[in-house]
């Protein structure tokens, strides 16, 4: 096993923390996982396993396993999981790594359902996703079976930073994809946008979004990060959001205690003046239907007006989907304004769409009886 980090890539890693003293303003995350013994600054790989560690086994996490999952998706994150981590870490740790398919991999399979339901529509083909305060970067996970082809990772925080970079140079050199760290190749930054063959991860720190260029994001994630930042970061986030994602794009938001956000910032209503759109709304409990809140905006296209949707968006019943479909308006009809579509239970949708049809079939026979 390849020793991490070794003695180049660590030097420059470690100039990490020389960045950060220069962008402080970016670093104010204010929750950290310091109850869970895990420090923000990184010391040996043993602190990054613990990082890993620790955030992945929630008990939220394993209470709320049979809801918006299915077993074969929890079974393709842990089959990554597992893969990466003996690598990384070496086979003896395989009793330790039982924990994943009841934390991080049921969170991923949840992600993964509510991004591929079709009233988000996502297209599932060469798609460029960013990941804003992405813990270790567990969501590559599930993306690449998502389509993804480039994915984007930031963070400001250190130990996060060198986690992420672990795991997902790990994932590079099992899986044959690219991985593009700027931190290690300045002169990438140049590059940042180019298309290669194959699929690529690109990870730098937050105070280098600006190295991107505008509209070139399907999808944003913000995944139990966002509620943690101070007011600054927030600001700056949701600004660096609005420029990167395209028309048309999407934003996920997953995190506990939406209300009492670190931030105080009521991003509704930034996106709101900028066109983005809130399109769906949880309307679960926190910690017994699912671990965490889950919004998601759409920016608005020159073609398309998305309007609020707050339904259950846990079936891929056909008939539910349809209707949940009204979400999507075309411009033309004057709709300007989002409002809130209430989704009826569906048992009452199905009633009304067998009557229609009994009530069709009848007309249609006293037709043909007529004539």
Not at 100 to 119: C, E, H, I, R
């Amino acid at each position: 096993m390849t020793p991490f980090p070794s003695k180049e890539e660590f030097s420059l890693l470690s100039s990490f923390r020389n960045e950060a003293a220069k962008n402080r303003r970016l670093t104010g995350w204010l929750k950290g996982m310091e109850s869970r013994g895990v420090s923000r600054e990184f010391e040996t790989l043993e602190g990054v396993k613990r990082y890993i560690f620790n955030w992945s086994y929630l008990e939220e996490f394993n209470s709320t396993r049979k809801n918006f999952t299915r077993t074969q998706d929890i079974e393709s994150s842990r089959i990554v999981h597992q893969s990466v981590i003996n690598k990384l870490f070496g086979e003896s740790n395989k009793n330790e790594i039982k924990w994943q398919d009841k934390g991080g991999d049921v969170t991923n399979a949840q992600d993964y359902f509510f991004l591929t339901s079709p009233l988000i529509n996502l297209p599932r083909k060469d798609i460029t996703v960013l990941d804003y305060g992405a813990g270790y970067g567990r969501a590559i996970n599930f993306l690449k079976e998502l389509g993804c082809i480039k994915y984007i990772v930031t963070d400001a925080i250190e130990n996060s930073y060198v986690s992420q970079y672990a795991y997902l140079k790990t994932f590079c050199d099992i899986y044959d994809w690219n991985f593009n760290e700027v931190l290690i190749n300045d002169p990438y930054l140049k590059n940042l946008n180019t298309k290669l063959n194959l699929p690529q991860i690109n990870h730098l720190p937050t105070w280098q979004l600006n190295k991107l260029i505008d509209n070139s994001v399907d999808l944003v994630l913000f995944n139990q990060s966002l509620n943690e930042f101070s007011k600054y970061p927030a600001s700056y986030a949701l600004s660096q959001v609005n420029r990167l994602v395209k028309e048309g794009g999407f934003i996920y938001i997953r995190d506990n205690d939406f209300v009492s956000s670190e931030h105080c910032f009521n991003e509704d209503a930034f996106f709101r003046r900028r066109n983005i759109i809130k399109i769906y709304d949880s309307p679960f409990k926190q910690n017994e239907d699912i671990h965490g809140s889950i919004r998601i905006y759409r920016k608005v296209s020159r073609k398309l007006t998305p309007t609020m949707y707050v339904g259950r968006l846990c079936t891929r019943n056909t008939i539910e989907m349809f209707f949940a479909s009204i979400c999507i308006k075309n411009k033309s009809t004057g709709l300007s304004i989002p409002f809130t579509l209430k989704m009826i239970p569906i048992w009452v949708v199905y009633s009304c769409y067998l009557f229609i049809r009994l009530l069709f079939f009848k007309c249609f026979k006293f037709i043909l009886k007529k004539s």
